[in-house]
Antibody
């Protein structure tokens, strides 16, 4: 059974960098059938797709975040990561990682999510 | 981007009701349309992918239909555990985009 788990600081100061890691268990991150994605959801609001990465390092990033966003993969640890620079209060959200099928591009499963608050 | 518009944004229903949620893309998305269910405090869960294919383990009372730019999620007989927020998502182009959600309430 595939499981994903997000980890990282729950509080980040404005203008600093938000860093999260997603650890995958029950599947290899080097599977050719999947990309690995990040999605966020401000409290009480809707979902925003942040971006995704293939194990080779090829990425897709949401243009709305592209200038501040880095997504990377560590195949030796079966992990992928998110780095968002120059954060503001607008980046406060639940951050989810998920597996994305390369054929249908559906997101399944999802991690449980982690709340990141941007505040001084 | 491909904006996705869901309707209604919320609805009230009773156990046993037939419920329909609509999702419209700003252009054709060739059935690259997924539906998710989210309960409070939980991550979204995939219900239907490729517009009409039921994810393994999802009850058959959930059906998806549509083509082109217009898609529908139907719950044939609403159960107590179905009260949740439902999101559509296009996976035809990046960036993937979601509808704003439909909250199904009692």
């Amino acid at each position: 059974q595939v499981q994903l788990q997000e980890s990282g600081p729950g509080l980040v100061k404005p203008s600093e960098t938000l860093s999260l890691t997603c650890t995958v268990s029950g599947d290899s991150i080097t599977s050719s059938n999947y990309d690995w994605a990040w999605i966020r959801q401000p409290p009480g609001k809707g979902l925003e797709w942040i971006g995704s990465i293939y194990y080779s390092g090829s990425t897709y990033r949401n243009p709305s975040l592209e200038s501040r966003l880095t997504i990377s993969v560590d195949t030796s640890k079966n992990q992928f990561s998110l780095r968002l620079t120059s954060v503001t209060a607008a980046d406060t959200a639940f951050y989810y990682c998920a597996r994305e099928g390369t054929k249908e591009q559906d997101l399944d499963p999802w991690g449980q999510g982690t709340l990141v608050t941007v505040s001084s | 981007d491909i904006p996705m518009t869901q309707s209604p944004s919320s609805l009230s229903a009773s156990v046993g009701d037939r419920v329909t949620v609509s999702c419209r893309a700003s252009q054709t998305i060739n059935s690259f349309l997924n539906w998710y269910q989210q309960k409070p405090g939980k991550a979204p869960k995939l219900l239907i992918y490729a517009a009409s294919t039921l994810q393994s383990g999802v009850p058959s009372r959930f059906t998806g239909s549509g083509s082109g730019a217009d898609y529908t999620l139907t719950i044939s007989s609403l159960q107590p555990e179905d009260f949740a927020t439902y999101y559509c998502q296009q996976s035809y182009r990046t960036p993937r985009t979601f509808g704003q959600g439909t909250k199904v309430e009692i």
